[in-house]
Each structure stands twice: as structure tokens, then as C-alpha cells.
């Protein structure tokens, strides 16, 4: 998850975060838009001069990432954390958000990261992008993934998965850890997302090589903190001095801002 925009986030532009610019037309076409340079008033000239070279403008595509992320995480911790449903079968509603918003929509914010020059951004949103839609395809019969651990009376081996998705949650536990230690010279905001991210991780694959319900709900509890504080961040890069008439606090942790 890239970090946010703040108003007080000073960051240089070779640091973490994202590229906010002023909102406008996807292109600079000089004076009036007109694309090209008529010369004065372009009067008397049957063929234009020489166009000026555009500029493209790219908007920022931290809070669209952010929240795509958010949503997903949300619904899934709500199930994980118990939230009155039945926890063998509510997963497969959140298939949907996790292959299309969790998944798609995150992964396309990850490419235009990398449009923005933010390699930040753009390795945490297109891997997240990537780790919800290999989650969502686990409960898509089409992938035959949960048919590889039928057992041999035709039953699913809720075991051996478990032990499996054991081995797959901590290797996001893993990653997530990169990013924690690789944002901390960015914001409160973007640190404290990957800190509770990185402890949902922790707990919900405990809750897996485990088979502990208690590891699982509280999973969904810190994910379900995780979730608000994604879209925190998400509305700080929407909120910025350009767009709104007030900002939202999130303290830089660079030392040179």
C-alpha cells in the first residue's frame, strides 16, 4: 500500500509516497488548450506553427489502491472476526471484491505507480493486488484448488488446508515486514497500516498451523483496523490543499521535511 498524500507530508520527490499534482486535464496543450501554437491570434496562417511538445499529467493513483485494498480487507475481517455468520462457508462473498477491487483495480493502481516514477507504491499495490486475486481463486472450482485436497472419501481434508494456508499467510507475513521496515521513513499513516497489516498476517496464520478460532477472529479484529486505517490514508490523498478546504493530520517521519 503506497503512501498516502498529506498536506504536511514534505517528502522530496525521490522519496516514498506519491506524486500529488494539481488536478487537470490529462494533457498541457499550451495557451486556451488549442494544441498547438497559432502565433498571434493565428491570424493570415493556413498551417499551423510547430506544436509545443505535451505534458502529460498522471493523477494520483495512491487512493484508488488504497481504497480497493481497504474494502476487501474490511469484508473479509468482518467474516474472519466472527461478525454473527457461519465461519465454514462466508468466505466466498468476498471472492467477488477480491478478484475485481482487491485484486484488479489494486494491481492497475500498482502499473500507474510505476508511471509516477514511486517503485513504493507500485511493488506494494501490484503484490497486493496479486496476493487477493490468488485468494479469491482458491474458492473458484474453475482453478481446481480446493479439489486437490479432497480426500480419498470425497471429503475436503480441512487439515491439510489449513496447514497450507498456513504456509501461504506467513509468506505475505513475510513481505508485509519488507514494506513495514521499508516505509519507515514515510509517514504515521503508511507505517501504523503496514504495522497492523503485518500483525493480522501473524495471527491469522497462527490461526492456521493452529486450527485456533481465537488466532482467526483476532485476525479479523486487527484486520479490521487495518482496513479503517487504509482508507485514513486513502482520504488524506484525497483531501489535499488543491482539492479540499481542509486536510486531514498525518506526521512525517522524514527527518529532512
Request: hydrophobic fraction near 50%; proline fraction near 4%.
Amino acid at each position: 500500500m503506497a503512501e498516502p498524500i498529506a498536506a504536511n507530508n514534505n517528502l522530496e520527490k525521490e522519496e516514498i509516497g506519491y506524486n500529488n499534482q494539481a488536478p487537470g486535464a490529462g494533457y498541457n496543450q499550451g495557451a486556451a488548450g488549442a494544441g498547438y501554437n497559432h502565433g498571434a491570434a493565428g491570424a493570415g496562417q493556413l498551417a499551423p506553427s510547430a506544436a509545443a511538445p505535451a505534458q502529460r499529467v498522471i493523477a494520483n493513483p495512491g487512493p484508488l489502491g488504497l481504497s480497493a485494498f481497504a474494502l476487501t480487507t474490511f469484508v473479509l475481517s468482518l467474516i474472519n472476526a466472527g461478525a454473527g455468520l457461519d465461519p465454514n462457508g462466508p468466505s466466498q462473498v468476498v471472492v467477488g471484491l477480491a478478484i475485481f477491487y482487491g485484486g484488479l483495480v489494486q494491481l492497475l493502481a500498482g502499473m500507474w505507480e510505476f508511471a509516477t516514477g514511486n517503485t513504493f507504491g507500485a511493488t506494494a499495490f501490484a503484490s497486493y493486488g496479486g496476493f487477493w486475486m490468488s485468494f479469491g481463486a482458491i474458492f473458484i472450482p474453475g482453478f481446481g484448488i480446493l479439489e486437490g485436497y479432497m480426500g480419498a472419501d470425497g471429503k475436503l481434508d480441512a487439515g491439510v488446508l489449513d496447514q497450507s494456508l498456513g504456509i501461504y499467510l506467513l509468506g505475505w507475513t513475510i513481505f508485509t515486514a519488507i514494506l513495514l521496515i521499508a516505509s519507515h521513513r514515510s509517514n504515521m499513516g503508511l507505517v501504523s497500516l503496514f504495522f497492523f497489516l503485518f500483525i493480522t498476517f501473524v495471527l491469522l496464520s497462527a490461526g492456521k498451523f493452529n486450527a485456533s478460532t481465537t488466532c482467526t477472529r483476532a485476525g479479523g479484529v486487527f484486520g479490521i483496523i487495518t482496513a479503517l486505517i487504509a482508507w485514513y490514508n486513502a482520504l488524506c490523498g484525497l483531501l489535499t490543499r488543491e482539492s479540499s478546504y481542509f486536510v486531514l493530520p498525518n506526521p512525517s517521519l522524514n527527518r529532512r521535511a
